[in-house]
């Protein structure tokens, strides 16, 4: 059966745990999972479970910031890195590991350059057939949503951020 692509982009919260959802339910089926998490580094709480439950797990193993904040040799670290996991990733995928394979906030790191754009299309664009895809970020490019099956956007009403309310444990991460 032909794997679907998903994409889950916006400003809104929620696109992790979508994707986080969805791994957990693939994985409760019997699935192969992968999840790559791209400008994070691993220590969200969602790691734990998802580890828990026997879903490989890929980031990288320092935190950056934000991308306004990073040097430009931060960025050419973060950039190694999410190659590496990405194409991890897609060797596992090509293996037949990955029934599912989840790129979390791919779409940020391709936008801002902070990964090898042709290696980037190349996990969305060459991966095996039967494969699931999930990809989630803030802003897409055309040619992803133009090959996606699924499109969930999540817009931003309200957050407590906006009332300086900061990120809680469990909640945010």
């Known amino acids: 059966m032909k794997g679907s692509t998903h994409i889950i982009y916006g400003d809104g919260k929620g696109k992790t745990t979508s994707a986080v959802g969805c791994a957990v339910r693939a994985k409760g089926s019997g699935m192969n999972v992968v999840f790559v ?5 691993g220590t969200s709480n969602e790691n734990k479970l998802l580890e828990k439950c026997g879903i490989v797990l890929y980031h990288c193993d320092k935190h950056y910031g934000f991308t306004f904040e990073m040097t430009d040799e931060e960025k050419a670290e973060i950039t190694a890195c999410h190659n590496r996991i990405l194409s991890d990733a897609y060797e596992l ?8 394979l989840v790129v979390d906030e791919f779409f940020c790191a391709y ?3 902070l990964c090898d754009k042709a290696l980037a299309e190349k996990v969305v664009f060459e991966r095996p057939y039967d494969t699931e895809l ?5 802003e897409v490019d055309k040619k992803f949503l133009d090959a996606a ?3 969930s956007r999540i817009d931003n009403e309200r957050h407590p951020f906006e009332k300086g309310v900061p990120a809680r444990i469990g909640i945010e991460f």
Not at 93 to 100: R, Y
Not at 134 to 138: C, E
């Open 111 to 113: 936008e801002y350059g």
């Open 93 to 100: 995928a090509q293996q037949g590991k990955a029934d599912m």
């Open 134 to 138: 999930i990809l989630t970020g803030h």
């Open 149 to 151: 099956d699924y499109i």
């Open 37 to 41: 998490s791209l400008m994070k580094d």
